[in-house]
């Protein structure tokens, strides 16, 4: 990356590498937060809990004063009406001065921006990645498909180095009561109250996966586009007087091969033979390789 800026300036890569850098995102749950959280905001918006006090009880007063009349309630009913009005504020729990309480609910203008999946997109735009960009949902199986796309966006010369990134974070709050509830309701999820009875992937006592968020970003490059870039480092660092510059092996392993297939199965099960046979016949063709 060029220097070190503030913001992201920092980020951007050198021209020579920005049109032959790409970015490939895995993601199962995109924008999913964002939409749930901006929809549970209009309905509680409209519900009695999540609307303005002061309001709720002035519609109340204009119903009663269209039966008797503007200005005829009688003092009875006003204070029934404040009654009502503080007994909701009780209830709600709520201080009078709460901006949540008492704000409408608006419209986000960036909400289109939001709900598309972006992330890789902004990603292109911090570094000045200018090569293929996409998003790929493969459940489980999203990074390792990711990385294979990487793998053959290099080997057809689309691009010379693609970034990988992959993140979800399921366990939000938003996210979470509805993801928890359905990851339990297909038995995938673990009952287990302790994390220790719970996090036993490879044992026999293992009783489902536990739901939580994460994140990971690779680097994939051509072994001629590696080379290159450790030589222009170096020239870098040379031409700045840098004499503290120690220049690395330009790639710290190889990537030998990718195979993506579906068993084409039960969407929340899993062909055990079919998942053996490619495994095997992922494994021969690298061997033969």
Same mark, same amino acid.
């Given at each position: 990356?060029?220097?070190?800026?503030?913001?992201?300036?920092?980020?951007?890569?050198?021209?020579?590498?920005?049109?032959?850098?790409?970015?490939?995102?895995?993601?199962?749950?995109?924008?999913?937060?964002?939409?749930?959280?901006?929809?549970?905001?209009?309905?509680?918006?409209?519900?009695?809990?999540?609307?303005?006090?002061?309001?709720?009880?002035?519609?109340?007063?204009?119903?009663?004063?269209?039966?008797?009349?503007?200005?005829?309630?009688?003092?009875?009913?006003?204070?029934?009406?404040?009654?009502?009005?503080?007994?909701?504020?009780?209830?709600?729990?709520?201080?009078?001065?709460?901006?949540?309480?008492?704000?409408?609910?608006?419209?986000?203008?960036?909400?289109?921006?939001?709900?598309?999946?972006?992330?890789?997109?902004?990603?292109?735009?911090?570094?000045?990645?200018?090569?293929?960009?996409?998003?790929?949902?493969?459940?489980?199986?999203?990074?390792?498909?990711?990385? #294979?796309?990487?793998?053959?966006?290099?080997?057809?010369?689309? #691009?010379?180095?693609?970034?990988?990134?992959?993140?979800?974070?399921?366990?939000?709050?938003?996210?979470?009561?509805?993801?928890?509830?359905?990851?339990?309701?297909?038995?995938?999820?673990?009952?287990?109250?302790?994390?220790?009875?719970?996090?036993?992937?490879?044992?026999?006592?293992?009783?489902?996966?536990?739901?939580?968020?994460?994140?990971?970003?690779?680097?994939?490059?051509?072994?001629?586009?590696?080379?290159?870039?450790?030589?222009?480092?170096?020239?870098?660092?040379?031409?700045?007087?840098?004499?503290?510059?120690?220049?690395?092996?330009?790639?710290?392993?190889?990537?030998?091969?990718?195979?993506?297939?579906?068993? #084409?199965?039960?969407?929340?099960?899993?062909?055990?033979?079919?998942?053996?046979?490619?495994?095997?016949?992922?494994?021969?063709?690298?061997?033969?390789?």
């Amino acid at each position: 990356v060029t220097g070190v800026g503030e913001g992201t300036s920092g980020w951007v890569l050198p021209e020579s590498m920005q049109d032959s850098t790409g970015i490939v995102y895995a993601t199962s749950f995109p924008a999913l937060d964002a939409a749930i959280e901006e929809v549970s905001k209009y309905f509680k918006s409209k519900s009695v809990e999540g609307g303005a006090i002061p309001s709720i009880v002035q519609g109340l007063r204009s119903r009663l004063e269209a039966v008797v009349g503007a200005g005829n309630l009688t003092q009875e009913s006003e204070t029934a009406l404040q009654e009502i009005e503080k007994l909701a504020r009780d209830l709600a729990a709520v201080p009078e001065t709460d901006p949540n309480l008492l704000q409408d609910y608006e419209f986000d203008r960036k909400f289109l921006f939001r709900v598309l999946v972006l992330g890789n997109g902004q990603l292109a735009q911090i570094v000045k990645a200018k090569g293929p960009n996409m998003q790929t949902n493969a459940a489980c199986a999203g990074s390792t498909q990711a990385v #294979a796309l990487a793998y053959d966006l290099i080997q057809v010369g689309r #691009a010379e180095r693609v970034v990988v990134i992959a993140g979800d974070n399921a366990s939000s709050d938003n996210l979470m009561p509805w993801l928890g509830n359905g990851f339990r309701a297909l038995g995938a999820a673990t009952p287990c109250a302790d994390y220790k009875l719970a996090a036993l992937p490879f044992d026999a006592r293992r009783t489902g996966m536990i739901l939580g968020s994460g994140g990971i970003g690779m680097v994939f490059e051509s072994e001629e586009g590696a080379r290159r870039r450790n030589a222009y480092a170096a020239k870098r660092a040379e031409d700045e007087g840098d004499d503290d510059y120690i220049a690395r092996a330009p790639f710290r392993c190889r990537l030998l091969g990718t195979l993506y297939s579906n068993s #084409a199965y039960h969407g929340a099960a899993m062909d055990r033979k079919h998942i053996a046979q490619e495994m095997e016949r992922f494994v021969r063709s690298l061997e033969e390789e």
